[in-house]
């Protein structure tokens, strides 16, 4: 079912939302559904050929406007520059995506401290650095902030010591933005996703040989797909949920349930 058969297609229109790393993956998908709901779509990213060509396909897709301009999130002047930009030819953001983020599966003991650090910076640093450069913006619009996290916040999972840390801190930031900026009226929340079909996370995270076996662990039975976690981010910007901030919404298809997954394989196994 298509989010435009359950929300109005005009919810997001005339409003801004900017989304870091919004050129591909997760993020692009995330853009495309508020796009479908009339949303104008800024966006920054580390190449501005693939923020052209996603705002290119955009406006063609859903007749809105999108404006991309390069900042990498570690670079705190690239991102004043890229969200001012944004807002000269869309006007202020109602809703920013913290989106950008980096991974690669590395055991502890061999990840160099500049690869911790690298993650660290990317995710943790480039999200505080967004929602600072974004304040003047969503302070005018009483706009939301949406922090894209992951079950690496909250179970550990084997190489993944420097993504769990970033994410983490992502999660307990939100909560400390949350309880610092509801008086300007900006609500902070996290969304969780499981493994996302056609992503870079999956493509780097799980490995063509042991797909039916993650996907047999998963409660719900399959990957998840960029317009499940684009509908989770719709509906928590919305006008239906303006009294939640500081939470997290984990959309896994129960993934991350701690042992379901693999006691549930388990006694399948064992009863047939
Ligand atoms: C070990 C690695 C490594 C690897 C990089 N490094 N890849 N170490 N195994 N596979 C180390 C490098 O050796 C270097 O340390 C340090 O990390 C920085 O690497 P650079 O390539 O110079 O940095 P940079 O260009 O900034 O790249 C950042 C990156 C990269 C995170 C390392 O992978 C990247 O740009 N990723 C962006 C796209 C991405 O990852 N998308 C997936 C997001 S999925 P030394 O010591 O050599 O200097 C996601 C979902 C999580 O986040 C949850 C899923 C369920």
Same mark, same amino acid.
């Given at each position: 079912m298509a989010i435009t058969d359950v929300f109005a297609k005009d919810l997001y229109k005339g409003k801004t939302v900017f989304i870091t790393g919004g050129g591909s993956g997760i993020n692009l998908?995330?853009?495309? #559904?508020?796009?479908?709901? *009339?949303?104008?779509?800024?966006?920054?990213?580390? #190449?501005?050929? !693939?923020? @052209?060509?996603?705002?290119? !396909?955009?406006? !063609?897709?859903? *007749?809105?406007?999108?404006? *991309?301009?390069?900042?990498?999130?570690?670079?705190?002047?690239?991102?004043?520059v890229s969200m001012q930009q944004c807002q000269d030819g869309l006007g202020p953001m109602q809703v920013l995506v913290c989106g950008a983020a980096g991974n690669f599966p590395c055991p502890a003991e061999v990840l160099s401290p500049n690869g911790f650090k690298s993650v660290i910076d990317i995710d943790l640093l480039g999200s505080f650095y967004s929602c600072r450069a974004a304040f003047p913006q969503l302070q005018q619009t009483r706009g939301s902030i949406i922090f894209i996290s992951a079950g690496q916040a909250f179970l550990p999972y084997a190489m993944q010591v420097h993504v769990g840390a970033a994410k983490a801190g992502i999660d307990n930031m939100m909560k400390n933005l949350a309880l610092e900026w509801g008086r300007h009226g900006i609500r902070c929340n996290s969304v969780a996703p499981g493994p996302i079909e056609g992503t870079?996370?999956? !493509?780097?995270?799980?490995?063509?040989?042991?797909? @039916?076996?993650?996907?047999?662990?998963?409660?719900?039975?399959?990957? *998840?797909?960029?317009?499940?976690?684009?509908?989770?981010c719709a509906y928590l910007a919305s006008p239906i949920a303006t009294y939640i901030t500081g939470t997290v919404i984990v959309a896994d298809g129960g993934q991350n349930l701690p042992g379901s997954g693999h006691f549930t394989h388990m006694m399948m196994s064992a009863m047939g």
């Open positions: 998908g995330i853009a495309r #559904t508020f796009a479908s709901l *009339g949303a104008n779509i800024g966006m920054c990213g580390r #190449t501005q050929e !693939k923020l @052209d060509a996603a705002c290119e !396909k955009l406006s !063609k897709d859903f *007749g809105v406007k999108a404006c *991309g301009v390069a900042a990498d999130v570690r670079n705190f002047p690239a991102l004043e870079e996370g999956v !493509k780097r995270l799980l490995p063509e040989n042991v797909r @039916d076996q993650m996907i047999e662990s998963i409660p719900l039975q399959r990957l *998840g797909s960029v317009e499940d976690i684009g509908s989770v």
